[in-house]
């Protein structure tokens, strides 16, 4: 049962790292299009469909599955869990902040630069790295 939903975490895992990969893409791209344009609606319709179908339910499985995990396998008092859940909650905001953007852009009223996402579009994997690293090495 537990190797069962450690697969089901590494799964939404890998679905909702993809699209935190892709989406501050979308935004460097979208930055590029001129409000009203055909290929900023769709931008747009990419952007939501990419946060609502992917994104959020893989975020809530993982946290979902990751958390029972923890309950089932005992590891809720380990050091390694509690610096990547801290992680964790770090990649949490930056999606909760990535929901912002596209509900700017879908209003047409992003006013960031192709260069701020261009910078931000790296802390995912910055994060990324540090949790595997936690998760599969445990250094403490
Ligand atoms: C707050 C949410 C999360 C919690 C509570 C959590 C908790 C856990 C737990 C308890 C395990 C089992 C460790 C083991 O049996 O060795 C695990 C495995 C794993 N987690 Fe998470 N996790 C969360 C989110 C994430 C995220 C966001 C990532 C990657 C970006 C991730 C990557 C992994 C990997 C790669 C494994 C497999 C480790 C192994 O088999 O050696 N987890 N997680």
Known sequence: ?????????????????????????????????????KQSETFKVMERRLLNAIITPAMVASWAIGLWLAWTGGSYSAGWLHAKVLLVIVLSAMHGFFVRCVREFAADRNRRSQKFYRIINEVPTILMIGIVILAVVKPF
């Open 1 to 37: 049962m537990y190797l069962w939903l450690k697969a089901f975490h590494v799964i939404a895992i890998i679905a909702w790292m993809a699209g935190m990969l892709y989406l501050p893409r979308l935004f460097v791209y979208h930055c590029e299009a001129e409000p009203g344009s």
